[in-house]
């Protein structure tokens, strides 16, 4: 996901929309969700009907699932009634909960029918395009999925799921998996079935309900590839989302089978320029004519479905797993393309942006601290940051090992979800090395290195003396390059002073430090 083309004033709505800390529900499973939604170009006024499928952990006599309940501006869902089978249930609704009562055993398996409607107060962005046409594109990140759909809205549940939409039949629909059936209904209306056997967590649950002009731009390995645009976007749209097959194709090579049926680039009117809804992956609405300026963001948002999607964090503190693999693996994508100089431009501007942000919120990448508002998280830590930590981890490991590890964790955690010591777990397997104060230093602690560097020539002896001072108060312990008149060194910094000695016939022109941009540091060289 990228923050790019904000809706500042809906943006501010939703940072209070969704300030409350997150619930999760420790008695249940959801197994399978099926959203019957109805949509009409009147109003903004949605009905659903929601079978969920439900394995119990627990014992229990009543049970809860997230929805934001109608409140005083007329916004949220209203819930009629909650079936199952033939019995109706007893139920209540809080503010961002529907408490279900409901007597069920361990281990048993239910389904459940809800029954609700409403204005969405968020997560379906309901308005018109640039263009002034009507759409409807769900957006649920972080945890925004129940203010239309009833759900366990956190990443560590996921299920499959099927979306039924009828809507005015000028509309075209897509969403998650594969379109199973479409049909005219009466009343000029259209129902469109999407249906989704890979598990997903809420936030990447969505529809995308406009006028389309749809392209099947390309089939890699199997997996249709897809384009969704407006109308009047069609042309340039169809031409410059053209980098998806090649994205997709390399990605499979490196990271391992794509988990979704297909992938679909979809110009979208959401908050976020770029949304990983898994196999239909939404767009800001100028993305089509930013041509290759926005390359990198199809990188960033189609490396989500392996990372991220497939396999996810399995709370928001370890959202590195999804943002920081994005950005390291466009990384990657780019310099296969373009070269290796491309990594070092990118690795060396991340860094700034990573050390930048430090300066202003020292926190630790995982960050516990976050209970609330989650888009707190969409920071240089979790981005920048976390991906500095697979660049380094990939130069500790060697490129062997590290994409070897990185295919294990995927095929582990494909339809699953992990947090970071899962990631280290599988690393440490895979390289045959302890990765503990690899992880400890970049991942939970704070800062970075600040490296004083001072280095003189003395002629009579013919050398270059190097003095290396760790001046923050944490000390790191990590490997750094540096170079002399272009010639490469490589020396271990662990302590808070470090010296060395390297003969050379004559007083160098240059003394570099980390040429290659392979460590997160900061340095200040001068000759003494």
């Not at 910094?493 to 900061?522: F, G, H, R, W, Y």
Request: hydrophobic share 40%; aromatic share 12%; charged share 20%.
């Amino acid at each position: 996901m990228r923050k790019h083309c904000l809706f500042y004033a809906l943006f501010l709505l939703l940072l209070v929309a969704s300030a409350k800390a997150q619930t999760i529900f420790p008695d249940i499973d959801v197994q399978h969700y099926t959203f019957a939604i109805t949509l009409n170009d009147d109003n903004n006024s949605i009905s659903g009907k929601a079978t969920i499928d439900i394995k119990f952990l627990n014992n229990v006599a009543q049970f809860k699932l997230n929805l934001v309940k109608k409140n005083s501006s007329g916004k949220g869902m209203l819930v009629s009634e909650i079936t199952e089978g033939s019995k109706k249930l007893k139920f209540s609704q809080d503010d961002d909960v529907v408490n279900i009562i409901s007597t069920a055993k361990k281990q048993s398996k239910h389904s459940f029918t809800i029954s609700y409607s409403g204005v969405p107060a968020d997560g379906l962005i309901i308005s018109q395009n640039k263009f002034g046409h009507r759409t409807f594109f769900g957006d649920n990140w972080p945890n925004r999925a129940h203010n239309w759909l009833p759900c366990a809205d956190y990443p560590s549940d996921k299920a499959s799921v099927d979306f039924i939409v009828t809507a005015p039949d000028h509309y075209q629909v897509v969403s998650n998996g594969i379109k199973v059936l479409e049909t005219i209904m009466p009343n000029h209306t259209k129902l469109t079935h999407w249906t989704e056997s890979a598990p997903l967590a809420p936030k990447v649950m969505i529809i995308g309900v406009a006028d389309f002009a749809i392209q099947q731009s390309s089939n890699v390995n199997g997996i249709p590839v897809y384009t969704y645009v407006f109308p009047e976007d069609k042309e340039v749209g169809f031409k410059n989302y053209k980098y998806a097959p090649d994205i997709l194709a390399w990605y499979i090579k490196k990271f391992g089978p794509y988990a979704f049926e297909k992938l679909a680039n979809v110009q979208s009117k959401t908050i976020y320029g770029g949304m990983e809804n898994s196999s239909a992956i939404f767009y800001y609405e100028d993305s089509p004519e930013a041509g290759r300026a926005d390359e990198e963001l199809m990188a960033h948002e189609i490396a989500h479905q392996w990372f991220g999607d497939a396999a996810g964090e399995k709370t928001w503190a370890n959202l590195w797993l999804s943002e920081g693999f994005a950005t390291y693996m466009t990384n990657c994508y780019l310099e296969h393309k373009y070269g290796p100089d491309t990594l070092k431009k990118r690795e060396a501007a991340d860094r700034r942006t990573a050390i930048g942000f430090e300066s202003r919120h020292l926190t630790p990448v995982v960050d516990t601290t976050v209970k609330t508002n989650f888009k707190r998280l969409l920071n240089a830590n979790s981005y920048q940051k976390g991906g500095w930590a697979l660049h380094m981890l990939r130069r500790k490991l060697g490129d062997t090992l590290f994409w070897k590890g990185i295919r294990a964790y995927y095929a582990k955690y494909d339809g699953h979800n992990a947090n970071t010591a899962d990631f280290e777990r599988v690393m440490e397997q895979a390289s045959g090395q302890n990765l503990q104060q690899f992880f400890k230093q970049w991942l939970y602690t704070t800062g970075h290195p600040d490296i004083k560097v001072t280095w003189s020539y003395n002629a009579d002896e013919k050398a270059v003396h190097i003095a290396f001072t760790q001046k923050q108060t944490t000390l790191f312990d990590f490997p750094m390059e540096y170079s002399i008149d272009g010639k490469l060194y490589k020396i271990n910094i662990a302590q808070k002073e470090t010296s060395v000695s390297i003969p050379t016939a004559t007083k160098p022109v240059s003394v570099v430090m980390d040429p290659d941009v392979n460590v997160l540091a900061v340095f200040e060289v001068a000759e003494q």
